[in-house]
């Protein structure tokens, strides 16, 4: 498994007028977790662009269960439950606030597609060779 | 079946280097979809928070097939498969681009909730009489 | 002068928990105004950067004097005081809402910019032909 | 003068399909600054909520000189030329890129209002006392 964790402070422009997160909010949380999730392996989802490789989300499941508030500084687990294989990637996120409760989890799924043909293609090389040493198990 | 169609015009401010909507947008798009449905019954989310219930949305789903773009007419459509009982209601979207092409199709789950108490409540009468006839089976 | 007018709904997700739209939206409200404007003289931004000129916004003032509400129906009122001339145009708005007060006064300065080189432009002919007769004289 | 400095990374949903940040969003970047310029003080702007303090942003201006661009680790200065008299607070900013260009400067004008009465108020005593040394002259 890879698993990482990133800090976000809630910004006010993030609140609606029920006083929390607007739920649409999470799914740009997700996404600085997944590009902080990547820098922590030594490469960038920039880099990846400019190799001509781009990552669109396929898919997007979200569980709301309390609400983050203004100026929260939450706490973003991600991980990869297996190596991916094929041209799909799958992060799962679950966002705590500072009393370690959880508000939210979710998981999403990307694909890796050529940014010139916009063809399906497999995780880059350079990507793989990364996440590889987080999934070998002994025997 | 309760089934509504709201149109909604990409604004610049929804694409992304990708030139495409964000991901993250459709939350967006579904929220106003959920207004505009609401507001066909008579009745607006709006009224209902000065009712003193509010919607915090529990749980999305979503699923991104094609994108959208940079100034398109989307059409999307909302519906509800069954008139909701309790504290819950499940709203269905399919987001359409101007050639009828399926985009997006997402669930999202919502509670009726006192807004003073914070407890789960009942969806208002009002509502739930202006929504009975569209679920009357015959026999 | 040229003046046009378009309505936006308020979105949920454009509130804060001050209970009013945020201050950082009015932006993308003078974008939608804008893009409906020149729709109006029947081209489209979309056109524009599709004939290789983009338009970046250089400088923005707004006056925020009253607060615009959830599911407030706004009207963007738009206009140019004067025909462009060079690479620069000037868009005013004012945001009332549905009282006809007046909540917001702005002000977007905008450049024609080659895509490819990213130079300085000048107005494209067929803009610049749509806009003309707002601004003819008599003597 | 007070004056502090802000790091905040560009986010993909930040950016537009003009490949740079959106201009709306800088209004989201100098909220961040301002928010922690005040917890550099000490207090926070949550603080200044829970005396019953809000603070409306009533004047924008900026400039937008060059683009940010994906994953930028951005810099925002942010100060105060004088320290606030009656119910007003001007903050300036200055937005950098990694290369220490300049990108935007702005200007933002908040009023300093009871939650409850709406009416205008002082700057609270506890922000004061905190301000009050960065603008001693001596004679």
Redesign the interface.
Known sequence: MFETSTQI?V???E??????V???????YF??AR?ESIRELGI???DM?AMGI?M??????????R?AQ??DLLTVKTWLKELPAGHKIEFHHEVYNEKNKLLTSGKVILYFIHAQTKEKTQMPLVLQEKLQPFFNHSS
Chains 1, 2, 3, 4 share one sequence.
Not at 56 to 65: D, G, N, S, Y
């Open positions: 402070r910004r006010y422009a609140t609606d007028q029920m006083n929390v607007y739920y649409g909010n999470y799914a740009q996404e600085v590009a960038t989802y920039k662009e781009i669109p989300v396929v898919e997007m499941h979200c569980k709301f269960l609400s203004y100026d």
